[in-house]
């Protein structure tokens, strides 16, 4: 508790007062994850808001991962420290280009990653997180799978299920998305004898590299299992940190230094301060919307 700084006691403080859960996305500061009940992957906080017995969830994330804690806990407040953390990726995609894709290819179920606003939830059959995507795409009821929004995780999907056809919308991450080939080739240069553990939101170009390709929690439990010494970390700088500061005795690397989400970054600890003490931002879905996300997300959740 001496560790921490003023602001951060404060938050502590209000968390009790307020009896709040607050879950913090691993690509938020250090700091804010510090002073949080649990540090989670998309997946792991869609599981904790849908079991949350606290009136109060914060949410230290983007705006889709407050939907969707939302979405799960219907009944509960669910806060957002920064309002407009939103997600690129998620914008690239509407409910009216599902429904065309849906039109065009009729005899399709729709696989929407989480990254993506309700209302695209609420006209898909099934969400998936990374580390889920393979298992609910082997197991739907289908031969052809449209997969929204994020072309690079759909294509990675899709090379590994080779007996459905797949239909992906063309959005992306920009965030992994500006890793090139040369940014690995250069990286593996300057550091020959790492292991490299990649995020499937990488391109193909990127991933095949990989002597891991999975989720963020799947990559932060191969840095500390890998008998390797040396590792070279595909995705957002704080998982970086993160391993850097939990693994010191391990040589932990990132690849290139723009590998940042700026969104995930305006969740700062003065921001989770004021929301806590004003119990701003709250998140809203409308009923209809809600209620037809639901479906498609308790399917991710318990599949
Ligand atoms: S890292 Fe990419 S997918 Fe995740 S919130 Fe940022 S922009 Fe969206």
């Avoid at 017995?53 to 806990?73: H, P, T, Y």
């Avoid at 994020?150 to 899709?158: E, M, T």
Wanted: glycine fraction near 4%; hydrophobic fraction near 40%.
């Amino acid at each position: 508790m001496e560790n921490f700084n003023e602001l951060q006691r404060e938050i502590l403080r209000l968390k009790k007062e307020k009896n709040a859960l607050v879950l913090a996305h691993y690509y938020v500061p250090l700091e804010v994850q510090d002073v949080s009940d649990w540090v989670c992957d998309s997946f792991a906080m869609a599981q904790k808001a849908a079991k949350a017995e606290n009136d109060l969830i914060v949410i230290c994330g983007v705006r889709f991962m407050g939907e969707s804690a939302k979405i799960l806990s219907p009944e509960k407040t669910v806060l957002l420290p920064s309002m407009d953390a939103g997600c690129p990726m998620a914008d690239m995609v509407t409910p009216e280009d599902v429904l065309r894709l849906r039109e065009l290819h009729p005899d399709a179920a729709v696989m929407c990653y989480v990254n993506s606003s309700a209302a695209v939830k609420a006209v898909s059959d099934v969400c998936c997180t990374s580390s889920s995507a393979l298992r609910i795409a082997r197991g739907l009821d289908c031969r052809e799978i449209i997969f929204v929004p994020d072309k690079h995780l759909g294509s990675f999907v899709a090379r590994q299920v080779p007996e459905k056809k797949f239909w992906l919308h063309p959005g992306f991450c920009p965030t992994h998305h500006k890793i090139t080939e040369a940014d690995i080739l250069a990286a593996k240069r300057a550091h020959p004898d790492a292991v490299f553990a990649v995020h499937p939101e990488c391109g193909e170009d990127v991933v095949k590299y990989g002597d891991l390709v999975g989720s963020t929690a799947e990559i932060l439990d191969f840095a500390r299992n890998t008998d390797a010494g040396e590792i070279l970390i595909g995705t957002e700088s704080e998982i970086v940190e993160r391993l850097r500061r939990e693994l010191p005795e391990k040589k932990i690397y990132g690849v290139g230094s723009t590998f940042m989400c700026g969104n995930m970054k305006k969740v700062t600890l003065r921001a989770l301060y004021e929301c806590l003490r004003d119990e701003k931002y709250r998140v809203e879905v409308p009923e209809a919307e809600l209620k037809a996300a639901r479906k498609s997300l308790d399917l991710m959740v318990n599949s």
